[in-house]
């Protein structure tokens, strides 16, 4: 097959989250079988026009503040000069509504849907913008196929009033070979909390910080590592100076994967306050490290940690609730010895070439029912 997928961004890209990881882990896998894949997305300082990566064509233009215009514009070019069988559609944040300008059969990836939890992360002009523009998705895409990566998103979309029989459950995968136990690695001697991934609004990470100043009023040793970078670094940072925390809150900016898998591997417990995702990546790749995870009850995080068996849940925003868990786990050596083991068996059952397969025949079908209209 020869497969467009247009995404917001690709790997390379410093803007660049999970929604990207999930998308080309999957596609340079389809690549890898034979298959033809183009990426078109956003461009950034510095970026090549075009250029391969991972055997997947990536075409770059506009910028990721109007890359959803660029999209209406150069789409039907775009198509003609690749003439392909598929069309991937990945909404994450704003729709494309790419079934406007083009017939082919295609496929819509969705992590997840912001609803009015986006208001959380941005101004309320921007904020309504995005919750606008995901009202017509229903019907713009109708009819088609959606590949989703949670049961908490496909539930979104049904009560959006998407058939459920159009929606499809593909979870993400982890890299086994770099997310795994190292014996050269030990837990640290002091009891340390980890989170890991954005500094952004919406992570509630500030809910953390707050529950870590409880928490070290308990266990005077415990530490708390902030592990990445984001536009919400600095009112992090602020906060951890008012409540007095000093060292005892580490902010690493953004570090590279064996770096942060040397962090996950050395934590007593990894936490994701969240207010929503399209699952808990992260939650997996803690778990494949033998770290117990927290997690606030929401849809996606909830979906991605077994409750009892890898770590527990919390109700979102609650700094007290999380810090008595975080107590818990961080006083309780058997307990942390059960959820390792009872984490490092949940995280074998997640691959990308599991994922890889999964989607394949997706695309398959999506394809063959195209033919058939």
């Known amino acids: 097959m020869k497969i467009l997928a247009i995404n917001w961004q690709d790997l390379t890209n410093p803007q660049a989250g999970g929604a990207e990881v999930h998308l080309e882990e999957i596609l340079k896998r389809v690549a890898a079988r034979g298959h033809r894949v183009t990426l078109f997305c956003s461009s950034y300082a510095g970026a090549k026009r075009t250029e391969w990566i991972n055997g997947i064509e990536i075409i770059r233009s506009g910028s990721r503040y109007n890359f959803n215009f660029v999209v209406q ?38 992590p997840h849907l ?32 959606f590949m989703v990566i949670s049961d908490s998103t496909k539930e979104d979309l049904v009560r959006r009033n998407i058939p459920q029989k159009d929606i ?4 993400c995968g982890i890299d086994h070979d770099l997310y795994c136990p190292d014996s050269k690695t030990i837990k640290d001697d002091s009891p340390l909390a980890i989170y890991v991934g954005r500094l952004k609004k919406y992570k509630t990470i500030d809910c953390l910080i707050r529950a870590f100043a409880l928490v070290s009023e308990k266990l005077p040793r ?19 100076a008012r409540l007095k925390l000093g060292e005892k809150v580490k902010f690493t900016g953004f570090v590279p994967h064996k770096e942060k898998v040397g962090w996950l591997r050395r934590a007593w417990v990894a936490i994701y306050p969240s207010l929503k995702e399209g699952w808990g990546l992260t939650n997996i790749e803690a778990n494949a490290c033998g770290t117990p995870v927290l ?24 700094a007290q609730k999380l810090a008595e868990l975080m107590v818990k786990v961080m006083s309780d050596s058997s307990l942390r010895e059960k959820l390792s083991q009872g984490g490092l068996k949940w995280a074998q059952e997640f691959s990308w070439d599991k994922a890889a397969d999964q989607s394949l025949e997706l695309f398959e079908m999506v394809v063959d029912q195209g033919r058939k209209r």
Not at 134 to 142: G, R
Not at 298 to 318: H, I, M, Q, R
């Open 73 to 110: 514009k150069y789409i039907k070019s775009v198509i003609a000069s690749r003439g392909p069988d598929l069309i991937i559609e990945d909404i994450n944040k704003i729709p494309f509504y790419t079934p406007l300008f083009q017939n082919c059969p295609t496929l819509v990836v969705i």
């Open 114 to 145: 912001f609803a009015d939890s986006v208001f959380k992360e941005i101004n309320f002009v921007m904020g309504l913008y995005i919750f606008l523009a995901e009202k017509p998705i229903p019907n713009i895409y109708k009819r088609k196929k």
């Open 168 to 171: 499809h459950v593909v979870k």
């Open 222 to 240: 415990a530490r708390l590592a902030i592990v990445g970078d984001g536009d919400y670094s600095s009112e992090l940072k602020s906060l951890s």
């Open 295 to 318: 997690a606030s009850d929401v849809p996606g995080l909830k979906d991605s940690v077994s409750a009892g068996e890898t770590g527990f849940l919390f109700e979102y925003g609650n």
